[in-house]
């Protein structure tokens, strides 16, 4: 080592000078640290794209889009036309629930203009097709502020005997004005080329509704007394 010295002539402090083996060991351990450093950024970048996929795949499998699952496994359909699919309800709401789709990707009925009205005729076919295949009273109808996504019509039996049928939102979703008959909507599309959309106030109140058979003028406390009570309707 050689002393060095300021421009007083005073001796500076001696720095030992690094040999070959120790700079050597230092290139070494830094080495060993990038490496490792790089290993764990392509990790946590790895692991995030990982969460965003996962993210991506729970967000596509909503459960409003189960409709679109459900037209696809042959379990659930019931029939097929040219435009149109009928499937179980999952949950149906009585003896009879099948809900009728269109093959062509139509969100709603506020989406449709007189170009479907050939299309909403042919729900109308497979209406009267089920009906001539049961003994049961039938209604059609699509929920004014749907749940699902798919345009729907709903084929239900009158008799909304269901586990499936638990809460009062469930049977005002049927039996009030929510409720909007297959009829109706067909006559609105040929005279005004749309169907309008119910305002949400409206829709709100109609699920609050106070309680009342559908079959009779009888109004329960609760649902458990008109599950009940609709059994004494059953022939």
Same mark, same amino acid.
């Given at each position: ?9 005073? !001796? ?11 700079? !050597? ?20 970048? !790895? ?13 596509? &499998? ?30 149906? &709401? ?24 050939? /299309? ?18 039938? !209604? ?7 749940? #699902?996504?798919?345009?729907? #019509? ?10 499936? /049928? ?10 009030? &004005? ?58």
């Amino acid at each position: 080592m050689t002393a060095q010295y300021s421009s007083d002539h005073t !001796r500076l402090p001696t720095v030992p000078t690094v040999g070959p083996a120790v700079s !050597r060991s230092m290139r070494l351990l830094c080495d060993v640290v990038n490496k490792g450093l790089s290993k764990e950024t392509k990790m946590s970048k !790895r692991s995030a794209a990982i969460t965003v996929t996962n993210l991506n795949s729970k967000k596509s &499998k909503h459960w409003s889009l189960g409709l679109l699952e459900s037209m696809k496994d042959p379990e659930n359909i019931v029939k097929k036309t040219k435009q149109t699919v009928v499937i179980k309800d999952k949950y149906p &709401k009585a003896k009879i629930h099948y809900l009728v789709l269109p093959q062509d990707d139509i969100n709603s009925i506020y989406k449709l203009d007189k170009s479907h009205i050939e /299309l909403l005729e042919e729900f109308g076919d497979v209406y009267k097709a089920i009906q001539n295949e049961t003994d049961l009273p039938l !209604r059609a109808g699509f929920h004014a502020v749907p749940s #699902m996504q798919r345009m729907h #019509m709903h084929i239900i039996s009158t008799d909304m005997v269901s586990p499936c /049928l638990k809460t009062k939102v469930h049977w005002n979703s049927f039996t009030t &004005k929510h409720f909007r008959p297959y009829a109706d909507v067909l006559e609105e599309l040929k005279e005004k080329g749309c169907v309008e959309k119910m305002p949400l106030e409206l829709h709100k109140n109609l699920m609050s509704t106070e309680l009342q058979c559908n079959q009779c003028p009888y109004k329960p406390k609760n649902m458990p007394q008109l599950k009940e009570h609709l059994l004494t309707h059953q022939k």
